[in-house]
């Protein structure tokens, strides 16, 4: 069908409500060919023969102009009345059922009979009801653009109906029509006589209008869709466009699909689809695991080895071939065991198992996997552990290692010695306690005995260590790591505060080892609180985890170790303070105004707030005590002389304001450091009980 436009010219007028033929000159019932309505799409599109028969019948030639008898000039006129009775039913019926492909080829036929015969029906009574008001609903599956065509392959567009083995462009022009009526011709002059031919011509004819419908759309050509897909069907036993890469079914398909619906194609037909909607993942699209660097060369060339084109989906649902990776391929050479490294380590191995699951788990026949791949895909009790060593024989051990609560056990006889060491340590000489002693230490002696203290804990950490290394299958086991991770252990140093009142420098020197022990004991404790914050392991990253309790109280007991040493080390800063302000002003106490501004915002100052409400009336306690100690040694003349902290009037002392403002500021250390080590010890209890049932197996 020619595209030549132009527009429409005919002279037609409604009457009464249809619309009838009214020529410019009419000679007694003869008109002019020319001002005929021109020739109904469908009938050009079709064999003329009969239809330009039955105009030629009606067609003579006639005078129309005389002088007196003689006739002056004769023209070729057609008869109206013998076109109303030559364009019977007979003639319509044999281009009825091609015009009846489109309602709307249908109704312009319809309109044309009504203009030149006056009569209602085509072949019979009541055959074109409903085409003399058509509306949008009346193309039942819609329409669309002609250009779509473009969307479909070379072998579609180039193949024919297998009914009516017409071709595919002759059923789409049979379907087709544009957004106005169009002429295709001579607008001026439609028709002809040829008198070489003897027979009427066609110089022009209308195109099918989308105006039929009272509307209008965009300026273009278009086609109707149940027309199309009515008129044109396929074989599937001789499938124009079947072939290697299949990439061209796809295409038909998906064109078939996208203009008639899934029903006009095979049931199997998304089986050898080559579309991105699985099957094949477009190259922009394509995802590697956060391991990619570690992944041997032979995979990560895969892309490239198994990208193809494929058939992407744009919004209408048409092809549109796009490069991608055939999924199938690429899955068929790779697997668990394929990649190393990273790729197997914790949260790279969880990506790395979660990307192969997704990419391959539903590709047929592939098994890439290992059969506990769930748990793969999940931290182990391995990976809640912060450091990468393990106290485990590198070969098949001979013996079952100990039972939890053995091993706990054993922690429980240490802590038992530790206490009975502290109570078995005090001498009976208690009043032999200088009175100054408490106030006046000798630094130099308690600070090396403390740092003797913890180097002989140092050294026996890691003759221990040294041990487990030289045992057969436990030589890869790191010395250092291990006796720095010994220090955490929980030890009741606390208990040595006791001894305050009896051996201050044996309680200083083994608080001062504590706090040595303490300190190395830090490394492996932030490095706990540390892994378990970069893992979300606070903040519900353990749920549903293997041995997931245990975990759980290994990283709060790390967390709260950490929390009490903030905690203990700002309250030592404020009485440090305070006792070097006595020292300078001779008063140590803030104002009530100011110690009631002190908020407790965060964790550490609600525990720095519990620690000054609960512990004031043990601080007043122990001042007294210590102030009763000292007023019973004054009771003693010959050592009246020795410090400066009380007023000596005959034999009876008189305490001074300023010795009970320090006796206070060492019992605010005293229960500081008492609460503090306490607190430590069940944190570092919580810390290894959490630890031993996590690598209860290893």
């Given at each position: 069908m020619s595209t030549a436009e132009v527009l429409h010219t005919a002279t037609v007028n409604s009457?009464?409500?249809?619309?009838?033929?009214?020529?410019?000159?009419?000679?007694?019932?003869?008109?002019?060919?020319?001002?005929?309505?021109?020739?109904?799409?469908?009938?050009?599109?079709?064999?003329?023969?009969?239809?330009?028969?039955?105009?030629?019948?009606?067609?003579?030639?006639?005078?129309?102009?005389?002088?007196?008898?003689?006739?002056?000039?004769?023209?070729?006129?057609?008869?109206?009345?013998?076109?109303?009775?030559?364009?019977?039913?007979?003639?319509?019926k044999g281009y009825l059922p091609y015009c009846s492909r489109s309602v709307l080829a249908k109704a312009q036929l319809y309109l044309w009979i009504r203009k030149i015969t006056g009569r209602t029906w085509l072949v019979d009574v009541g055959d074109a009801n409903g085409l003399q008001n058509l509306s949008p609903a009346s193309l039942a599956e819609g329409y669309a653009a002609v250009s779509v065509t473009y969307k479909a392959p070379t072998c579609l567009t180039g193949s024919v109906s297998a009914l009516s083995m017409e071709p595919f462009q002759h059923v789409m022009a049979s379907c087709g029509f544009t957004s106005t009526t169009q002429h295709t011709g001579n607008a001026a002059r439609p028709w002809e006589y040829s008198e070489s031919l003897r027979s009427m011509i066609a110089l022009d004819f209308e195109t099918v209008g989308y105006n039929l419908t009272q509307r209008s759309i965009g300026y273009g050509d278009y086609f109707d869709k149940e027309c199309f897909c009515d008129a044109f069907t396929i074989d599937p036993k001789k499938e124009p466009c079947l072939g290697p890469g299949q990439l061209d079914l796809t295409r038909e398909w998906l064109w078939i699909i996208a203009t008639c619906g899934p029903t006009s194609v095979p049931d199997n037909w998304t089986d050898i689809l080559k579309t991105t909607e699985f099957a094949y993942i477009p190259t922009e699209d394509w995802r590697w695991p956060t391991c990619v660097t570690d992944m041997p060369k032979q995979v990560t060339e895969l892309t490239d080895q198994c990208t193809t084109d494929a058939c992407g989906l744009d919004s209408s649902?048409?092809?549109?071939?796009?490069?991608?990776?055939?999924?199938?391929?690429?899955?068929?050479?790779?697997?668990?065991?394929?990649?190393?490294?990273?790729?197997?380590?914790?949260?790279?191995?969880?990506?790395?198992?979660?990307?192969?699951?997704?990419?391959?788990?539903?590709?047929?026949?592939?098994?890439?996997?290992?059969?506990?791949?769930?748990?793969?895909?999940?931290?182990?009790?391995?990976?809640?552990?912060?450091?990468?060593?393990?106290?485990?024989?590198?070969?098949?051990?001979?013996?079952?290692?100990?039972?939890?609560?053995?091993?706990?056990?054993?922690?429980?006889?240490?802590?038992?010695?530790?206490?009975?060491?502290?109570?078995?340590?005090?001498?009976?000489?208690?009043?032999?306690?200088?009175?100054?002693?408490?106030?006046?230490?000798?630094?130099?002696?308690?600070?090396?005995?403390?740092?003797?203290?913890?180097?002989?804990?140092?050294?026996?950490?890691?003759?221990?260590?040294?041990?487990?290394?030289?045992?057969?299958?436990?030589?890869?086991?790191?010395?250092?790591q291990l006796m720095l991770f010994w220090c955490s252990m929980p030890r009741l140093a606390w208990l040595t505060i006791l001894l305050i009142g009896v051996q201050p420098s044996a309680a200083a020197s083994s608080l001062f080892a504590e706090m040595i022990l303490q300190f190395l004991s830090s490394y492996y404790?932030?490095?706990?609180?540390?892994?378990?914050?970069?893992?979300?392991?606070?903040?519900?990253?353990?749920?549903?985890?293997?041995?997931?309790?245990?975990?759980?109280?290994?990283?709060?007991?790390?967390?709260?170790?950490?929390?009490?040493?903030?905690?203990?080390?700002?309250?030592?800063?404020?009485?440090?303070?305070?006792?070097?302000?006595?020292?300078?002003?001779?008063?140590?106490?803030?104002?009530?105004?100011?110690?009631?501004?002190?908020?407790?915002?965060?964790?550490?100052?609600?525990?720095?707030?519990?620690?000054?409400?609960?512990?004031?009336?043990?601080?007043?306690?122990?001042?007294?005590?210590?102030?009763?100690?000292?007023?019973?040694?004054?009771?003693?003349?010959?050592?009246?002389?020795?410090?400066?902290?009380?007023?000596?009037?005959?034999?009876?002392?008189?305490?001074?304001?300023?010795?009970?403002?320090?006796?206070?500021?060492?019992?605010?250390?005293?229960?500081?450091?008492?609460?503090?080590?306490?607190?430590?010890?069940?944190?570092?209890?919580?810390?290894?009980g959490g630890f031993i049932g996590l690598s209860s197996e290893d």
């Open positions: 009457i009464g409500g249809g619309r009838i033929l009214t020529p410019r000159n009419n000679y007694n019932g003869w008109v002019n060919p020319e001002d005929l309505t021109p020739m109904p799409q469908c009938i050009a599109q079709q064999d003329q023969s009969t239809w330009l028969s039955t105009m030629t019948k009606c067609t003579g030639k006639r005078c129309t102009s005389h002088f007196g008898v003689f006739c002056t000039h004769h023209q070729w006129l057609t008869q109206l009345s013998c076109l109303s009775t030559g364009f019977s039913s007979d003639v319509i649902g048409y092809c549109k071939v796009k490069r991608a990776v055939d999924r199938a391929c690429f899955c068929r050479n790779i697997n668990y065991d394929s990649c190393g490294g990273s790729c197997q380590i914790f949260e790279t191995r969880i990506d790395y198992v979660k990307w192969l699951h997704d990419l391959c788990g539903s590709v047929q026949d592939w098994h890439g996997l290992p059969d506990n791949w769930r748990k793969l895909a999940a931290p182990t009790h391995l990976d809640m552990i912060p450091w990468q060593w393990t106290i485990k024989p590198s070969n098949e051990a001979t013996e079952k290692c100990a039972s939890n609560e053995w091993k706990l056990g054993s922690f429980a006889l240490v802590n038992i010695a530790t206490f009975l060491a502290a109570f078995l340590s005090r001498r009976t000489g208690i009043h032999r306690i200088a009175r100054g002693f408490l106030w006046h230490p000798h630094p130099w002696c308690w600070i090396f005995t403390g740092i003797l203290i913890a180097a002989l804990q140092l050294l026996a950490n890691w003759f221990n260590a040294f041990l487990v290394q030289k045992t057969l299958g436990y030589e890869h086991v790191p010395v250092i404790m932030i490095l706990t609180v540390n892994y378990g914050r970069e893992h979300n392991f606070y903040l519900g990253g353990m749920e549903s985890v293997e041995r997931g309790r245990s975990a759980k109280i290994m990283y709060a007991g790390a967390l709260l170790w950490l929390i009490i040493i903030i905690v203990a080390f700002v309250q030592l800063m404020r009485v440090t303070r305070r006792m070097k302000r006595f020292t300078g002003s001779g008063s140590l106490d803030l104002p009530k105004w100011q110690r009631s501004k002190q908020t407790t915002s965060n964790i550490a100052e609600e525990l720095m707030a519990w620690l000054n409400e609960h512990c004031t009336w043990l601080e007043e306690k122990l001042a007294h005590y210590w102030i009763d100690k000292s007023r019973a040694l004054e009771e003693t003349p010959l050592t009246s002389g020795e410090g400066g902290n009380y007023t000596v009037y005959g034999t009876l002392p008189v305490k001074s304001q300023n010795n009970w403002v320090s006796q206070k500021a060492f019992a605010k250390l005293y229960t500081v450091t008492a609460i503090s080590m306490l607190l430590l010890w069940i944190t570092q209890w919580l810390f290894w």
